[in-house]
């Protein structure tokens, strides 16, 4: 089959429903978006993983995994979102075997399996039919809007540029202590920043 690469365009809060976020997918080609609704401990482990460098002191659902996966001497290959159903989007996860090729495909929720697949950096794909019935195409303005990650969605810029680059690292220490991730994220988009103007 003919499958199509996906890339993390962003997380955002959800318009459309209380508590939750919106996975935003995109086809480089056709710049056609998929939204996906997840919750927020999903949009927190997606972001987690997406920050290479931000590491909580216990492990997440997701790390856990991770380190299975590893320690059974399998690796993710690729995450493929083959289907929806009722606005249900259902997604497998391929892992392979590093020492007998041996494959093997599990059946996961979506939000999980990207959460999977930024950690392993593997591929996420969709068919062209997947696309055609819940891809959307944004006009320019909507999707500078939609482009805003999980980090910048919440930051609260005011009160973090005031801060010296110590009190900053103090901060994000013990938001990590206190598994803080959503503040551990504006606080490391701040760090992040800065350094860019220094460079």
Do not use: C, W
Not at 165 to 188: C, F, S
């Amino acid at each position: 089959m003919d499958y199509k690469q996906l890339i993390i365009r962003g997380i955002s809060y959800s318009q459309t429903q209380s508590g939750a976020y919106a996975l935003l997918l995109e086809h480089e080609e056709t710049h056609i978006k998929l939204p996906v609704v997840i919750g927020n401990f999903e949009a927190q482990s997606i972001s987690l993983g997406l920050e290479k460098d931000i590491h909580p002191p216990r492990p997440l659902t997701h790390d856990l995994f991770t380190k299975f996966i590893v320690s059974t001497n399998y690796e993710l290959v690729s995450v493929i979102i083959y289907q929806i159903v009722d606005g249900v989007f259902f997604s497998n996860i391929n892992f392979k075997n590093k020492v007998n090729e041996e494959e093997l495909i599990l059946d996961a929720r979506t939000s999980d399996a990207v959460a999977m697949a930024v950690r392993f950096d593997a591929p996420i794909f969709t068919t062209q039919q997947v696309l055609n019935e819940a891809g959307i195409l944004l006009e320019l303005e909507d999707v500078s809007k939609e482009e805003q990650t999980f980090s910048e969605t919440v930051q609260t810029e005011d009160a973090l540029t005031s801060l010296s680059m110590e009190e900053l690292q103090k901060l994000l220490d013990d938001a990590v202590k206190e598994e803080d991730y959503d503040t551990a994220l504006e606080i490391q988009e701040e760090i992040k920043r800065r350094k860019k103007k220094i460079d």
